[in-house]
C-alpha cells in the first residue's frame, strides 16, 4: 500500500486546515488507519485512529474535540478534519495503516508509513 497525504499548510490559531491520505497499490478496506505527527525535536505521537468499518475511533488526549478522523473505503481515503487548531499542534502529520493485531490504535508498528505533509499552526 502507498500512502500520500496531502493538505498540510499554515494557518492562524483558532483556524482548521483538512488532511487527506489517499491509498494505492491495494485497498485500505482491512486495515486500522491512523494519523501521527512529529515536531521538531520531538518523538513521533499518535493523533487519532480509526478501525476499518470506521466504526470505532480513538484520540489522544490533546487532540479530543478538536479533530475528526473518517474515512471513504470506496474511495480508499481517510481524512483528519483539524479544527481550533493551536501553535502546539504544529508538526509534519503521517498517515499510516496496519493490519489490526488487536489493542490500542496508538501501538506501533503500523506497516505502512506515507510521507508527511507539514502543518504549520501560527499565533
Known amino acids: 500500500v502507498q500512502l500520500q497525504a496531502s493538505g498540510g499548510g499554515l494557518v492562524q490559531a483558532g483556524g482548521s486546515l483538512r488532511l487527506s491520505c489517499a491509498a494505492s497499490?491495494?485497498?485500505?478496506?482491512?486495515?486500522?488507519m491512523a494519523w501521527f505527527r512529529q515536531a521538531p525535536g520531538k518523538e513521533r505521537e499518535f493523533v487519532a485512529g480509526?478501525?476499518?468499518?470506521?466504526?470505532?475511533?480513538s484520540y489522544a488526549d490533546s487532540v479530543k474535540g478538536r479533530f475528526t478522523i473518517s474515512r471513504d473505503n470506496a474511495k480508499n481515503t481517510v481524512t483528519l478534519q483539524m479544527n481550533n487548531l493551536k501553535p502546539e499542534d504544529t508538526a509534519v502529520y503521517f498517515c499510516?495503516?496496519?493490519?489490526?493485531?488487536?489493542?490500542?490504535?496508538?501501538?506501533?508498528?503500523?506497516?505502512?508509513w506515507g510521507q508527511g505533509t507539514q502543518v504549520t499552526v501560527s499565533s
Open positions: 480509526i478501525s476499518w468499518s470506521g466504526g470505532s475511533t
Open positions: 497499490g491495494r485497498t485500505i478496506r482491512s486495515y486500522v
Open positions: 499510516a495503516a496496519k493490519t489490526y493485531r488487536g489493542g490500542s490504535y496508538s501501538t506501533t508498528p503500523y506497516d505502512y
